[in-house]
């Protein structure tokens, strides 16, 4: 499984930005059942932590918040890295007539 962008040989020749661009489009051509199933797999992972959150009160639940959001990233982009995967071939060959 690949949890971040840089290791995917296909996009070595790419800015950053561009890899997210590529994974962009790469994850806007998944057909509809494939959407649905990414959006799922993103709720049972992330259900946990947020019902969590649901037992802390007080200011403390400010800062627990501040670090769910910068985890939320980190959470969420492997799953779509690999729902994304199949389609990255095409969608570099998009990016690349788009930005000639």
């Known amino acids: 499984m690949v949890f971040r962008l840089s290791k995917l040989t ?18 806007a051509q998944l057909p509809a059942s494939q959407k649905i199933m990414l959006n799922i797999a993103k709720l049972m992972l992330l259900t946990p932590l947020f019902m969590a959150l649901a ?3 007080g200011w403390i639940l400010l800062p627990v918040l501040l670090v769910c959001g910068l985890a939320y990233p980190l ?3 492997p ?22």
């Open 75 to 77: 959470l969420t982009v």
């Open 10 to 27: 296909e996009l070595d020749d790419f800015a950053l930005r561009d890899k997210q661009r590529i994974k962009a489009q790469a994850l």
């Open 55 to 57: 037992f802390i009160e």
């Open 79 to 100: 799953l779509e890295i690999q729902f994304a995967r199949p389609y990255m071939q095409q969608a570099i060959v998009e990016f690349r007539k788009t930005n000639q």
